[in-house]
């Protein structure tokens, strides 16, 4: 079992930037993909991007390529998502995910694992 938990979240000024951070707890956690999403008010959760186990390959949605970088620690058990030129729009409960099987997905009911999620606010 694998608990993740995101701190990192807040309100923001639209063009200002926020990083997420994702712990997580067992040995495992280099051997896994990881996922951010978001569930923007009102609407159904979607993909933000992610991340490989070794960290080399990274994969984002077209709405954030370019202004998200996700890293990763894996000495520290740890997952970034680094946010910049934020809109309006980004606004959402963010989750990060594991994946068991390191697949090069974006489907959420492919991850096993979830956080509680954080909140961005981004003010016009």
């Known amino acids: 079992q694998v608990q993740l938990v995101e701190s990192g979240g807040g309100l923001v000024q639209a063009g200002g930037s926020l990083r997420l951070s994702c712990a997580a707890s067992?040995?495992?956690?280099?051997?896994?993909?990881m996922g951010w999403f978001r569930r923007p008010p009102g609407k159904e959760r979607e993909f933000v991007g992610r991340?490989?186990?070794?960290?080399?390959?990274?994969y984002y949605a077209d709405s954030v390529k370019g202004r998200f970088t996700i890293s990763r620690d894996n000495a520290k058990n740890t997952v970034y998502l680094q946010m910049n030129s934020l809109k309006p729009e980004d606004t959402a409960v963010y989750y990060c995910a594991a994946d068991r099987g390191n697949r090069d997905t974006i489907m959420a009911r492919l991850y096993d694992y979830w956080g509680q999620g954080t909140q961005v606010t981004v003010s016009s």
């Open positions: 067992g040995r495992t956690f280099s051997s896994y993909a």
């Open positions: 991340i490989s186990s070794s960290g080399r390959s990274t």
